[in-house]
């Protein structure tokens, strides 16, 4: 049995499809902060293994305690938490008590029932401004907000926890830019509110839900002027989780690993690729540059494919076909 934290959330539930598909029994724990029960029953439907399901806050150690109780674990996949970095500023006490206080309940716990095995959702946020590109892991790290700050704590802690705990073993995954949705269009991205990100904006803008994207700077020192990231299916990433998994199961040792795939595209090459792909055209002007926001960023993947033998299978077009036919047969997100 491998228990899943914030399971329900945007990559968790493509994650618990893969995870079924590769024949693992699931008990997920997550308090609904960010996400919809529905989710569970596409999650079902789609994986077509176990799921159980435990609403809880990962900070409520005794309801922690009962989703261990029932059957044995064998690892913890882990990404509850809170993401949104311009929140992380204004409640930055929020982010450290949910992001830092629940993986401390989470870790201790574990502790509890003598569960050594952890996969933890990290984010490369960590590395903060690039001194160079790609990234590899051991570029310095140097978060610039509470977010990220909770990101590099938490990779402390686990480093902290397995050099004291014989037989502990992490995988920590910092992923790169996650788009896209399960290729049925039965799971997605459902932001509350305007989104922030990127690809979420685009999809409301192509459904009729906002009028025109911003598009934050075009005067950046880039292909076309505009921010580059590394931009990864969505299931791509879960299929990561699953050779980290894997990884942590037979070769018994802990691992950093970027997930993206390499390779970095603009804004602009986001919004021409979805215009292309679906025929929508997306209304967009130029705004100023985003503050905290850097030129480009992306990944040396070598380490992950090296080590764990995975490597992206999807492209920038597959995230827009996939991402679209969840926004369009899902226009207002999950039902509530
Ligand atoms: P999400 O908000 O969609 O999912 C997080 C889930 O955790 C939600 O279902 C939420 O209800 C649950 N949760 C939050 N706090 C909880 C708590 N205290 N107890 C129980 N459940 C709780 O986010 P996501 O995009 O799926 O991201 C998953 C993880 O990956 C997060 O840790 C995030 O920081 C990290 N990450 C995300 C991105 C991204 O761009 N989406 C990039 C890098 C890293
Ligand atoms: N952008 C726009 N208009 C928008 C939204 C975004 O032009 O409405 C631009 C941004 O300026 C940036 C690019 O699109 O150049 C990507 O922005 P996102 O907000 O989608 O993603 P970020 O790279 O800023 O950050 C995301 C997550 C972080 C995570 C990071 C990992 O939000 O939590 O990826 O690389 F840490």
Known sequence: MILVTGGLGYIGSHTCVALQRAGHALTIVDNLANSKIGVLERIRALGG?????????????????????????????????????????????????????????????????????????????????????????????????????????????????????????HATLRYFNPMGAHPSGRLGEDPRGIPNNLFPYITQVAIGRLQKLRVFGNDYDTVDGTGVRDFIHVMDLAEGHVAALRYLLEKDRSITANLGTGRGNSVLEVVGAFERVTGIRIPHEFAPRRPGDVASCYADVSRAFAELGWKTKLGIEDMCRDGWAWQSANPQGYPD
């Open 49 to 169: 293994g176990s799921v159980e399901f435990h609403r809880a806050d990962l900070r409520d150690g005794p309801a922690l305690a009962a989703a261990f109780e029932r059957h044995p674990v064998e690892a913890v996949i882990h990404f509850a938490g809170y993401k949104a970095v311009g929140e992380s500023v204004a409640k930055p006490l929020e982010y450290y008590d949910n992001n830092i206080g629940g993986t401390f309940v989470l870790l201790d716990t574990m502790a509890r029932f003598s569960v050594h095995r952890i996969v933890f959702s990290s984010s490369a946020t960590v590395y903060g401004d690039p001194q160079r590109l790609p990234l590899t892991e051991d570029h310095p790290l140097g978060a610039v907000n509470p977010y990220g700050r909770t990101k590099q704590f938490i990779e402390s802690i686990l480093t902290d926890v397995a050099a004291g705990t014989p037989g502990f073993r």
